[in-house]
Antibody, heavy 115, light 108 residues
Framework: EVRLVESGGGLVKPGGSLRLSCAAS????????MNWVRQAPGKGLEWVSS???????LYADSLKGRFTISRDNANNSLYLQMDSLGAEDTAVYYC?????????WGQGTLVTVSS | EIVLTQSPGTLSLSPGERATLSCRAS???????LAWYQQKPGQAPRLLIY???SRATGIPDRFSGSGSGTDFTLTIDGLEPEDFAVFYC?????????FGPGTKVDIK
C-alpha cells in the first residue's frame, strides 16, 4: 500500500522558517517524481514545487526563491525547506507522487504563519 | 502561465443525474497533460482522470473525461451520494503546473 505521511507543520511567526518532511512507503521512491501542493484555508489547490527522480527541480514563480525542495532516496523522504514565511503561506501542504498528474497524496500538514 | 477557468462554480444536482463540468485553458494544453481531481471536505484530493480521458486506478466508469486544446470536460453519469465534492482540473503541460479554481457539486 502506498503511503505518504507529511510532518513538520505548525505555527511559525512571520519571517520564520519551517522544514516539512514527507515519508514515503509502498512504492519505489527513488524512481518516482515527487511534488508539494498547498491549499490555503477555504481555497483551491496551488502547485508549489516538483522534483524528478533525477533531481530536476521546478518551483512556482510566486515563491520567489524562498522554498527549497529536496529528497533523500536512501530514507524514502521528501522535504520542503520554507524560509521568510508570510501570512500568504498559511496552508495545508500536501506531498504527492507523480511525474505529471498526482496519483497518490498524503493527508497534508498544516502550516500557520501568524504572530 | 496557463490559467485554467472552471465552470460552473457550483453545480446543484440530485443523485442519479448527470454532471458536466468544464475546464477552459488560457492557451492550448497538450491532450496528454490535463488531469481531474475530486476533493471531499477534510480529505486530500484524489486523482480521477489523467491525460484528459484516462481513468485513474480504481475510478468507476461513471467518471469520464474528454476534450482537447483549450476546452476539457469531466462528466459524471449518474451521480452517487459519495460523488458530491469539489472537482479541480490541472494542467501539467507547462510549468507552473496550474490548477483551476474548482467546481463544487452539491446536492440539490
Amino acid at each position: 500500500e502506498v503511503r505518504l505521511v507529511e510532518s513538520g507543520g505548525g505555527l511559525v511567526k512571520p519571517g520564520g522558517s519551517l522544514r516539512l518532511s514527507c515519508a514515503a512507503s509502498g512504492f519505489t521512491f527513488s524512481t518516482s517524481s515527487m511534488n508539494w501542493v498547498r491549499q490555503a484555508p477555504g481555497k483551491g489547490l496551488e502547485w508549489v514545487s516538483s522534483i524528478s527522480s533525477s533531481g530536476y527541480i521546478l518551483y512556482a514563480d510566486s515563491l520567489k526563491g524562498r522554498f527549497t525542495i529536496s529528497r533523500d532516496n536512501a530514507n524514502n523522504s521528501l522535504y520542503l525547506q520554507m524560509d521568510s514565511l508570510g501570512a500568504e503561506d498559511t496552508a495545508v501542504y500536501y506531498c504527492a507522487r507523480g511525474g505529471g498528474s498526482y496519483s497518490q497524496w498524503g493527508q497534508g500538514t498544516l502550516v500557520t504563519v501568524s504572530s | 502561465e496557463i490559467v485554467l477557468t472552471q465552470s460552473p462554480g457550483t453545480l446543484s444536482l440530485s443523485p442519479g443525474e448527470r454532471a458536466t463540468l468544464s475546464c477552459r485553458a488560457s492557451q492550448s494544453v497538450s491532450t496528454s497533460y490535463l488531469a481531474w481531481y475530486q476533493q471531499k471536505p477534510g480529505q486530500a484530493p484524489r486523482l480521477l482522470i489523467y491525460g484528459a480521458s484516462s481513468r485513474a486506478t480504481g475510478i468507476p466508469d461513471r467518471f469520464s473525461g474528454s476534450g482537447s486544446g483549450t476546452d476539457f470536460t469531466l462528466t459524471i453519469d449518474g451521480l452517487e451520494p459519495e460523488d458530491f465534492a469539489v472537482f479541480y482540473c490541472q494542467q501539467y503541460d507547462k510549468s507552473p503546473f496550474t490548477f483551476g479554481p474548482g467546481t463544487k457539486v452539491d446536492i440539490k
